[in-house]
């Protein structure tokens, strides 16, 4: 016997009374957020990138006073130089974009693909454009009255997909008509994560003229104190790193964990 629920959604959205305004959808929508990029690499627009990331909370949670003082009178006169010459490395000159911005953009059509006209994907950047408020709003209008919001970071942090869910539920609170909005949970030890990382790294090694002694799986640090708060981000690497050993099959000091700072 069919349910409510299925003979509705074969009989399809009930049609509107005459003189009703148009309404758009209604779709399921995905939403892929990654870290941020500046909006060029001369010294204002690397700036602006730095202080919008460099002041949120979740990322800095030294006493409020003091780090403003820091990053305002010494970290943002000196570091968006350095910061400009290293994205200028790096920098498509013709599309004019960081390379972040070109690889989200491309992970979202490349889902766009797999997922088919059923669903709409879009991308956005927790710092900097497109912004995550910008892009919900888009896709609202567009008719996604149901959006799945996912952070691109296998591994949970509150540094991370914590302040990623922070800006699109704060994105919610200035519009009338809200939609229904889900958040993708940590993947690091997906099975199907853990396989795309094997294919990825047999198919470098496998480029290799030589045989590595040791293998690091290098992930971005976190200070102590975070972990030490119950943020699970340094255990999950951890596990992320163990399961991707077992499925190679290597020994434990083949294949190690490292972290970009201490």
């Not at 074969?10 to 009374?17: C, Q, Y």
């Not at 005459?18 to 700036?47: E, K």
């Not at 293998?215 to 690497?237: M, N, T, V, W």
Request: aromatic share 8%; net charge positive; with cysteine.
């Amino acid at each position: 016997m069919k349910s409510l629920s299925d003979v509705q959604q074969a009989a399809g959205p009930a049609p509107l009374p005459p003189n009703h305004p148009p309404v758009a959808g209604p779709r399921v929508g995905v939403l892929l957020v990654n870290l941020g990029s500046p909006d060029a690499t001369d010294y204002w627009s690397v700036r602006r990138y730095l202080k919008e990331f460099l002041s949120d909370r979740r990322v800095i949670e030294v006493w409020r006073p003091l780090w403003l003082t820091i990053l305002n009178l010494f970290v943002l006169t000196t570091r968006p130089q350095k910061t400009g010459h290293a994205y200028e490395q790096v920098w498509d000159k013709e599309r004019n974009e960081g390379p972040l911005i070109g690889i989200t953009r491309r992970q979202a059509e490349k889902l766009q693909e797999r997922l088919g006209e059923g669903v709409t994907v879009d991308w956005a950047m927790r710092y900097g454009n497109p912004s995550i408020g910008s892009r919900i709003a888009r896709m609202k209008e567009a008719g996604c009255d149901r959006i799945l919001i996912a952070p691109l970071y296998p591994q949970y942090s509150a540094a991370t997909t914590g302040t990623v869910n922070d800006v699109a539920f704060a994105a919610l609170q200035n519009m009338r008509w809200q939609p229904a909005i889900r958040t993708l949970p940590p993947y690091h030890d997906d099975p199907a994560h853990i396989e795309a990382l094997a294919i990825s790294m047999q198919a470098s090694l496998a480029k290799l003229s030589f045989e590595p002694e040791i293998i690091l799986a290098s992930f971005h640090g976190l200070p102590r104190e975070y972990l030490d708060k119950g943020d699970p981000y340094h255990c999950q690497c951890l596990k992320t790193t163990r399961l991707l050993r077992e499925r190679l099959g290597l020994p434990k000091e083949k294949l190690q964990t490292v972290f970009q700072s201490r």
